[in-house]
Protein backbone atom coordinates (compact mmCIF):
# COMPACT_ATOMS: atom_id res chain seq x y z
CA UNK A 1 0.00 0.00 0.00
CA UNK A 2 0.87 3.64 -0.99
CA UNK A 3 -0.43 5.84 1.74
CA UNK A 4 -1.08 9.30 1.13
CA UNK A 5 -2.36 12.75 2.39
CA UNK A 6 -3.91 15.12 0.23
CA UNK A 7 -6.70 18.54 0.09
CA UNK A 8 -8.76 19.25 -2.47
CA UNK A 9 -9.54 22.58 -4.58
CA UNK A 10 -12.97 21.99 -2.73
CA UNK A 11 -11.65 21.66 1.06
CA UNK A 12 -8.70 22.53 2.32
CA UNK A 13 -9.46 19.46 5.00
CA UNK A 14 -6.90 16.93 4.31
CA UNK A 15 -7.83 13.31 4.13
CA UNK A 16 -5.52 10.04 4.54
CA UNK A 17 -5.98 8.09 1.17
CA UNK A 18 -4.42 4.78 -1.12
CA UNK A 19 -2.33 5.79 -4.08
CA UNK A 20 -2.15 3.94 -7.39
CA UNK A 21 0.58 4.48 -8.97
CA UNK A 22 -0.06 2.67 -12.06
CA UNK A 23 -3.45 4.70 -12.84
CA UNK A 24 -2.06 7.71 -10.84
CA UNK A 25 -5.09 8.10 -8.97
CA UNK A 26 -5.78 8.34 -5.11
CA UNK A 27 -9.23 6.82 -3.24
CA UNK A 28 -10.01 8.34 0.05
CA UNK A 29 -9.77 6.31 3.12
CA UNK A 30 -12.63 5.74 5.23
CA UNK A 31 -10.80 6.92 8.38
CA UNK A 32 -11.31 9.74 11.09
CA UNK A 33 -7.43 11.22 11.27
CA UNK A 34 -6.62 13.64 9.07
CA UNK A 35 -3.12 12.79 8.93
CA UNK A 36 -0.95 9.34 9.10
CA UNK A 37 0.82 9.45 12.23
CA UNK A 38 -2.69 10.95 14.01
CA UNK A 39 -3.78 7.79 12.60
CA UNK A 40 -1.29 5.34 13.65
CA UNK A 41 -1.16 6.96 17.31
CA UNK A 42 -4.89 6.08 17.90
CA UNK A 43 -4.29 2.28 16.59
CA UNK A 44 -6.53 2.71 13.61
CA UNK A 45 -5.35 -0.25 11.08
CA UNK A 46 -4.43 1.97 8.04
CA UNK A 47 -3.34 -0.48 6.16
CA UNK A 48 -6.83 -2.29 5.54
CA UNK A 49 -8.91 0.48 6.49
CA UNK A 50 -11.98 0.74 3.64
CA UNK A 51 -12.00 3.25 1.28
CA UNK A 52 -15.06 5.65 0.71
CA UNK A 53 -16.14 5.97 -3.29
CA UNK A 54 -14.31 9.44 -4.05
CA UNK A 55 -11.46 8.27 -6.17
CA UNK A 56 -9.31 11.28 -8.06
CA UNK A 57 -6.56 11.49 -10.13
CA UNK A 58 -3.55 12.57 -8.82
CA UNK A 59 -2.68 15.49 -10.48
CA UNK A 60 -6.03 17.02 -9.58
CA UNK A 61 -5.18 16.82 -5.96
CA UNK A 62 -2.32 18.62 -3.77
CA UNK A 63 -0.41 15.79 -2.31
CA UNK A 64 0.49 17.08 1.67
CA UNK A 65 3.14 15.53 3.55
CA UNK A 66 1.86 12.26 5.04
CA UNK A 67 2.98 12.38 8.36
CA UNK A 68 2.07 16.03 9.72
CA UNK A 69 2.89 16.26 13.67
CA UNK A 70 4.64 13.56 14.85
CA UNK A 71 5.81 12.74 18.50
CA UNK A 72 9.20 12.59 17.96
CA UNK A 73 11.13 13.27 14.30
CA UNK A 74 14.66 12.18 14.46
CA UNK A 75 17.68 12.08 12.38
CA UNK A 76 20.68 9.77 12.21
CA UNK A 77 23.62 11.26 11.43
CA UNK A 78 26.99 10.25 9.64
CA UNK A 79 25.46 6.90 8.50
CA UNK A 80 26.93 6.58 5.13
CA UNK A 81 30.76 6.47 5.35
CA UNK A 82 31.31 8.97 2.19
CA UNK A 83 29.56 11.05 3.53
CA UNK A 84 31.13 11.04 7.57
CA UNK A 85 34.51 11.28 4.83
CA UNK A 86 33.30 14.49 3.09
CA UNK A 87 32.39 16.20 6.56
CA UNK A 88 35.83 15.20 8.34
CA UNK A 89 33.90 12.88 10.90
CA UNK A 90 35.59 9.54 11.66
CA UNK A 91 33.40 6.19 11.01
CA UNK A 92 30.70 6.43 14.02
CA UNK A 93 30.86 2.84 16.51
CA UNK A 94 27.64 3.66 17.41
CA UNK A 95 24.28 5.19 16.17
CA UNK A 96 24.97 9.10 15.93
CA UNK A 97 21.29 10.79 16.46
CA UNK A 98 19.70 14.42 16.56
CA UNK A 99 15.92 15.89 17.28
CA UNK A 100 14.40 18.48 14.17
CA UNK A 101 11.34 20.38 15.44
CA UNK A 102 8.24 18.25 13.92
CA UNK A 103 7.29 21.74 13.10
CA UNK A 104 10.04 22.04 9.98
CA UNK A 105 8.21 19.16 7.84
CA UNK A 106 6.91 20.88 4.64
CA UNK A 107 4.69 19.22 2.15
CA UNK A 108 6.51 17.12 -0.79
CA UNK A 109 6.20 19.31 -3.49
CA UNK A 110 6.01 22.67 -1.11
CA UNK A 111 8.85 25.38 -1.26
CA UNK A 112 12.16 24.83 0.96
CA UNK A 113 13.09 28.49 2.03
CA UNK A 114 16.29 29.84 2.89
CA UNK A 115 15.30 31.81 5.93
CA UNK A 116 17.50 35.12 6.33
CA UNK A 117 19.48 33.56 9.16
CA UNK A 118 21.37 31.50 7.18
CA UNK A 119 23.90 31.70 4.41
CA UNK A 120 24.54 28.18 3.15
CA UNK A 121 21.53 25.88 2.84
CA UNK A 122 22.48 22.45 1.95
CA UNK A 123 20.16 19.34 0.37
CA UNK A 124 20.32 15.93 2.77
CA UNK A 125 18.28 13.14 0.38
CA UNK A 126 17.63 10.29 2.99
CA UNK A 127 15.72 7.05 3.27
CA UNK A 128 12.96 7.75 6.32
CA UNK A 129 11.10 5.37 8.17
CA UNK A 130 7.34 5.60 9.81
CA UNK A 131 7.18 4.03 13.09
CA UNK A 132 4.05 1.61 13.42
CA UNK A 133 4.22 0.40 16.87
CA UNK A 134 5.45 1.64 20.17
CA UNK A 135 9.13 0.54 20.47
CA UNK A 136 10.77 1.21 23.61
CA UNK A 137 14.65 -0.49 24.49
CA UNK A 138 13.60 -2.42 21.35
CA UNK A 139 15.88 -5.19 19.69
CA UNK A 140 16.56 -5.24 15.90
CA UNK A 141 13.67 -7.74 15.48
CA UNK A 142 10.95 -6.21 16.97
CA UNK A 143 11.98 -3.45 15.33
CA UNK A 144 11.19 -4.72 12.04
CA UNK A 145 7.91 -5.94 13.00
CA UNK A 146 7.38 -2.58 14.33
CA UNK A 147 7.65 -0.22 11.00
CA UNK A 148 4.88 0.94 9.33
CA UNK A 149 6.28 1.94 6.37
CA UNK A 150 8.85 4.08 4.56
CA UNK A 151 9.53 7.76 3.10
CA UNK A 152 11.50 9.65 1.10
CA UNK A 153 12.82 12.40 3.40
CA UNK A 154 15.06 15.95 2.80
CA UNK A 155 17.14 16.37 6.22
CA UNK A 156 17.66 20.47 4.87
CA UNK A 157 20.39 21.77 6.64
CA UNK A 158 21.57 24.93 7.56
CA UNK A 159 25.26 24.70 7.00
CA UNK A 160 26.70 27.32 8.46
CA UNK A 161 24.74 27.30 11.71
CA UNK A 162 25.34 23.53 11.94
CA UNK A 163 29.43 24.50 11.63
CA UNK A 164 29.05 27.56 14.58
CA UNK A 165 27.27 25.14 16.76
CA UNK A 166 29.39 22.06 16.58
CA UNK A 167 32.73 24.40 16.93
CA UNK A 168 30.68 25.09 20.29
CA UNK A 169 29.94 21.82 21.25
CA UNK A 170 26.38 22.66 20.71
CA UNK A 171 23.62 20.07 19.66
CA UNK A 172 22.47 20.46 15.70
CA UNK A 173 19.02 21.26 16.42
CA UNK A 174 18.54 25.04 15.13
CA UNK A 175 20.43 23.84 11.87
CA UNK A 176 18.25 21.27 11.37
CA UNK A 177 14.70 22.40 12.54
CA UNK A 178 13.49 25.82 10.59
CA UNK A 179 10.43 25.96 8.90
CA UNK A 180 10.50 23.86 5.70
CA UNK A 181 13.12 21.97 6.49
CA UNK A 182 11.97 18.32 6.26
CA UNK A 183 9.82 17.69 3.18
CA UNK A 184 8.26 14.32 3.17
CA UNK A 185 6.78 12.12 0.85
CA UNK A 186 5.02 11.88 -1.84
CA UNK A 187 3.44 9.29 -0.28
CA UNK A 188 4.31 6.57 2.50
CA UNK A 189 4.78 2.96 1.42
CA UNK A 190 4.02 0.45 3.90
CA UNK A 191 6.96 -2.23 4.95
CA UNK A 192 5.63 -5.10 3.16
CA UNK A 193 5.93 -3.08 -0.08
CA UNK A 194 9.98 -2.18 0.08
CA UNK A 195 13.30 -4.34 0.66
CA UNK A 196 14.77 -1.21 2.94
CA UNK A 197 18.05 -3.69 3.25
CA UNK A 198 19.05 -2.51 -0.78
CA UNK A 199 16.97 0.56 -1.90
CA UNK A 200 18.04 3.62 -4.51
CA UNK A 201 18.46 7.32 -3.54
CA UNK A 202 19.13 9.86 -5.73
CA UNK A 203 18.95 13.47 -5.15
CA UNK A 204 19.01 15.97 -7.98
CA UNK A 205 19.61 19.49 -7.82
CA UNK A 206 18.16 21.41 -11.04
CA UNK A 207 18.34 17.38 -12.66
CA UNK A 208 21.94 17.24 -12.56
CA UNK A 209 22.49 14.03 -10.32
CA UNK A 210 24.48 14.97 -6.87
CA UNK A 211 23.86 11.93 -4.48
CA UNK A 212 23.27 8.23 -5.65
CA UNK A 213 23.58 5.25 -3.24
CA UNK A 214 21.70 2.38 -1.87
CA UNK A 215 20.90 1.56 1.44
CA UNK A 216 22.88 -1.68 1.50
CA UNK A 217 25.92 0.98 1.82
CA UNK A 218 24.54 2.07 5.63
CA UNK A 219 26.53 1.80 8.32
CA UNK A 220 23.95 0.81 10.36
CA UNK A 221 20.38 -0.67 8.84
CA UNK A 222 17.14 0.93 9.54
CA UNK A 223 16.81 -2.07 12.51
CA UNK A 224 19.65 -1.49 13.81
CA UNK A 225 19.81 2.01 13.67
CA UNK A 226 16.36 2.61 15.24
CA UNK A 227 16.84 -0.34 18.07
CA UNK A 228 19.73 1.98 19.01
CA UNK A 229 17.53 5.23 19.22
CA UNK A 230 14.77 3.67 21.14
CA UNK A 231 17.75 2.72 23.95
CA UNK A 232 17.35 5.89 24.97
CA UNK A 233 13.86 7.73 23.37
CA UNK A 234 10.51 6.20 23.37
CA UNK A 235 9.47 5.59 20.05
CA UNK A 236 5.19 6.41 19.54
CA UNK A 237 3.63 5.47 16.30
CA UNK A 238 4.06 8.33 13.42
CA UNK A 239 6.98 8.77 14.21
CA UNK A 240 9.57 10.00 11.36
CA UNK A 241 13.54 8.78 11.66
CA UNK A 242 15.76 9.53 9.09
CA UNK A 243 18.47 7.07 8.16
CA UNK A 244 21.40 9.06 6.82
CA UNK A 245 22.29 11.08 4.03
CA UNK A 246 25.10 9.40 1.61
CA UNK A 247 27.95 11.65 0.36
CA UNK A 248 27.00 14.26 -2.29
CA UNK A 249 25.74 17.10 0.01
CA UNK A 250 25.85 20.46 -1.01
CA UNK A 251 24.00 24.24 -1.24
CA UNK A 252 21.07 24.98 -2.58
CA UNK A 253 19.99 28.65 -3.43
CA UNK A 254 16.65 30.34 -4.14
CA UNK A 255 15.46 29.26 -7.78
CA UNK A 256 16.84 25.91 -7.14
CA UNK A 257 14.93 23.16 -7.46
CA UNK A 258 15.88 19.80 -5.51
CA UNK A 259 14.51 16.10 -6.15
CA UNK A 260 14.86 12.94 -3.90
CA UNK A 261 13.85 10.06 -5.38
CA UNK A 262 13.95 6.30 -3.09
CA UNK A 263 13.08 4.20 -5.23
CA UNK A 264 9.93 1.79 -4.80
CA UNK A 265 8.37 5.09 -3.54
CA UNK A 266 8.33 7.96 -5.12
CA UNK A 267 10.13 11.54 -5.80
CA UNK A 268 10.30 14.61 -3.21
CA UNK A 269 10.65 17.80 -5.81
CA UNK A 270 10.72 21.40 -3.81
CA UNK A 271 11.44 24.65 -5.34
CA UNK A 272 13.60 26.77 -3.00
CA UNK A 273 13.07 30.02 -2.36
CA UNK A 274 13.76 33.27 -0.31
CA UNK A 275 11.52 34.38 2.32
CA UNK A 276 8.75 36.99 1.80
Known amino acids: MHCCRFTTESSDRSVLGRVDRENETVVALDVDEPSLDAALRRGTNVAEAPTTDETYDLAAVTLRAPVERPTNLLGIGLNYAGHAAEGGFDVPEEPVFFAKSPSSIADPYGEIVRHDLVTDLHYEGEFAVVVGDRLR ?24 LQARDLDDALPWFRAKSMDTFTPLGPWVATADEVAAGDVGIETRLNGETVQDARTDDLIFDVAEALSAVSQYVTLQPGDVVLTGTPAGIGSMEPGDEIAVEIEGIGTLRNAVVAPE
Open 137 to 160: AADPDSVREGIFGYVAANDVTARD
